[in-house]
Nanobody, 111 residues
Framework: QVQLVESGGGLVQPGGSLRLSCAASGNIFSMYTMNWYRQAPGKQRDLVARISIAGTTEYADSVKGRFTISRDSAKNTVYLQMNSLKPEDTAIYYC?????WGQGTQVIVSS
């Protein structure tokens, strides 16, 4: 049984930081690329960042230089460090791998 459980969302002021976590159960973490997506109200769900088993990372242009994705194999956890947050980063953030999705964690960037 594969489960992805996100945590770490919340309300933050513009320019602030948050770190999201995604704890993965099952064998998926050691076998597949892990992804973070986000979906703002009324918009489609978009890829934010991904990290391969080998540690290769990719980022959406809108977050390059501000967000960092990482994975801890000992904890079966993938992280998304988000710095210099902007109001347009407000969204529900989802962890994904293959066809498995977490429940999402809300991020609100507002003064």
């Amino acid at each position: 049984q594969v489960q992805l459980v996100e945590s770490g969302g919340g309300l933050v002021q513009p320019g602030g930081s948050l770190r999201l976590s995604c704890a993965a159960s099952g064998n998926i973490f050691s076998m597949y690329t892990m992804n973070w997506y986000r979906q703002a109200p009324g918009k489609q769900r978009d890829l934010v960042a991904r990290i391969s088993i080998a540690g290769t990372t990719e980022y959406a242009d809108s977050v390059k230089g501000r967000f960092t994705i990482s994975r801890d194999s000992a904890k079966n956890t993938v992280y998304l460090q988000m710095n210099s947050l902007k109001p347009e980063d407000t969204a529900i953030y989802y962890c994904n791998s293959v066809n498995f999705w977490g429940q999402g964690t809300q991020v609100i960037v507002s003064s």
